[in-house]
C-alpha cells in the first residue's frame, strides 16, 4: 500500500484514483483566545466540526478523511456529511471494520506527504489501532532525527455518551496526553471545533482531536471572525471562559458547560469563580493556569477521566510546582469513579462528574459549608 502511494502522490497531492480504489475493494470486507463578544449567530458543534473539515479539504489537495462510515452513510454522527458529493471516494475513504488496519494506512500516507484525517466511530476503538498511533506516529520525528513528519490528525467522540456501558464511555485524554510526539487537543463549543480542526490539521504532527459525542447536537455563539475560513486556534493555549476571583476551575471538553453551570450557582453564594477552558491536553497551558491560580489562591480541577493519574493530577503537580506559596487551601479534584462505567442509567450519573459535585467541592475550596 505504501507503494503505491510513494508512486502516485506528487507536488499536487492525492490527484490518482488508486488510493481510493484499493480501499473501495476493500470495503465490502468490512489565532488567539477569543470570546463571543461579537457573536452574529449560532453553529452546532457538528456543523463546525463539518465546516473546517469542508474548507481545510478545499484549500489543500492532501487532505483527506478516512474510516468506518465516512463516505457513504456521511459520517456515524455527520461530521462528514457532504464530503463525498464534493469530493468523490479518493478523498473521503470508506473503511472496513478495521482500525488497525486503515490507521496504519493512513500514517504510511503521512510518512509520503498526505494529511490524512482519521475518524474513530468511538475512541475506545482506537485501542485497536494504539500501536499506529504511539509507535508509527508519535515517535517518528524523533527517531528520524527530525526527518520524518507525520501530519495526521486522529479524531472522533470521547469519553461517555449516554447508556453504551463500560466499554464504550472511556475518557482518554491522560492516555494519550502523557505519550510524547503527540498532541491533544479537546474542544467545547463550536468555536472551539472549528478553530481548534483547522490547526490540528494544519499541523506537522500527529494530533488526537477528543471530540463529544453529547456535544455535538450543541449549539454556540459564534463570530464572524470565527465563520472565516483563515480562522484558526493556537494549540497549547487555554481560553478563560469566565473571569473570577474568589477560586479557579479547570476543566475541559463537555465539564466546560458543566463547570460554568456550577460558576453561576456559586455567584448567588458570593463565590466568584474562575473558569479555564483547557482546550489542549498536550501541550497543557500550565502558564495561564497558574497565573488565575495566584490570582484566586485555589483550584478546583473538573474532568470526566479516571482520577489517578488523570489530567487534574497533573494540573495540581504543576500548580504546587510553580504557584504552591499562592494556595489558600488544598486542591480539590472532581473526577469520574474509579470504576469502569456502569451501564444503568441511576449508576452512570453516578459515575461521572455533576454540577452539584462541582459546587460543594468549590465551596470547600472556599471554606464554605460543602
Excluded at 454556540?220 to 479557579?248: H, Y
Excluded at 454540577?355 to 471554606?367: G, H, L, P, S
Aim: aromatic share 8%; with cysteine.
Amino acid at each position: 500500500m505504501l507503494g503505491i502511494i510513494k508512486q502516485k502522490v506528487g507536488a499536487r497531492g492525492l490527484t490518482a484514483p488508486v488510493f481510493g480504489d484499493y480501499m473501495q475493494k476493500l470495503s465490502p470486507v468490512a489565532s488567539a483566545m477569543r470570546d463571543f463578544s461579537s457573536a452574529t449567530k449560532k453553529m452546532t458543534v457538528r456543523d463546525a466540526l463539518n465546516s473546517a473539515l469542508d474548507e481545510e479539504m478545499a484549500a489543500d489537495s492532501n487532505v483527506f478523511v478516512m474510516g468506518e462510515e465516512v463516505g457513504e452513510y456521511q459520517g456515524a454522527y455527520k461530521i462528514t456529511k457532504g464530503l463525498l458529493d464534493k469530493y468523490g471516494p479518493d478523498r473521503v475513504v470508506d473503511t472496513p471494520i478495521t482500525e488497525a488496519g486503515f490507521t496504519g494506512i493512513g500514517v504510511g500516507a503521512a510518512y509520503h506527504g498526505l494529511k490524512p484525517v482519521i475518524e474513530f466511530m468511538t475512541f475506545n476503538f482506537s485501542m485497536q489501532a494504539i500501536d499506529h498511533i504511539i509507535n508509527s506516529a508519535a515517535k517518528s520525528n524523533y527517531m528520524s532525527g527530525g526527518k520524518i513528519n507525520v501530519p495526521i490528525v486522529f479524531r472522533g467522540p470521547n469519553g461517555a455518551a449516554a447508556g453504551v456501558g463500560a466499554q464504550h464511555s472511556q475518557c482518554y485524554g491522560a492516555w494519550y496526553g502523557a505519550i510524547p510526539g503527540l498532541k491533544v487537543l479537546v474542544p467545547y463549543s463550536s468555536e472551539d471545533a472549528r478553530g481548534l480542526l483547522k490547526a490540528a490539521i494544519r499541523d506537522p504532527d500527529p494530533v488526537v482531536f477528543l471530540e463529544n459525542e453529547i456535544l455535538y447536537g450543541d449549539s454556540f455563539p459564534v463570530s464572524q471572525e470565527v465563520l472565516d475560513p483563515n480562522f484558526c486556534l493556537p494549540i497549547g493555549k487555554a481560553k478563560i471562559e469566565r473571569q473570577g476571583k474568589d477560586v479557579t476551575i479547570t476543566a475541559y471538553s463537555k465539564m466546560v458547560g458543566f463547570a460554568l453551570k456550577a460558576a453561576e450557582i456559586l455567584e448567588k453564594d458570593g463565590i466568584n469563580a474562575e473558569v479555564i477552558n483547557l482546550r489542549s491536553i498536550r501541550p497543557l497551558d500550565r502558564d495561564t493556569i497558574n497565573d488565575s491560580v495566584r490570582k484566586t489562591n485555589r483550584l478546583v480541577t473538573v474532568e470526566e477521566g479516571f482520577r489517578q493519574h488523570g489530567v487534574g493530577a497533573e494540573i495540581c503537580a504543576s500548580v504546587v510546582e510553580d504557584s504552591f506559596n499562592y494556595l489558600d487551601a488544598p486542591v480539590e479534584r472532581i473526577a469520574g469513579a474509579d470504576v469502569p462505567t456502569p451501564y444503568t442509567a441511576n449508576l452512570e450519573r453516578l459515575a461521572f462528574p455533576q454540577i452539584e459535585d462541582i459546587v460543594r467541592a468549590t465551596k470547600r475550596a472556599c471554606y464554605r459549608s460543602g
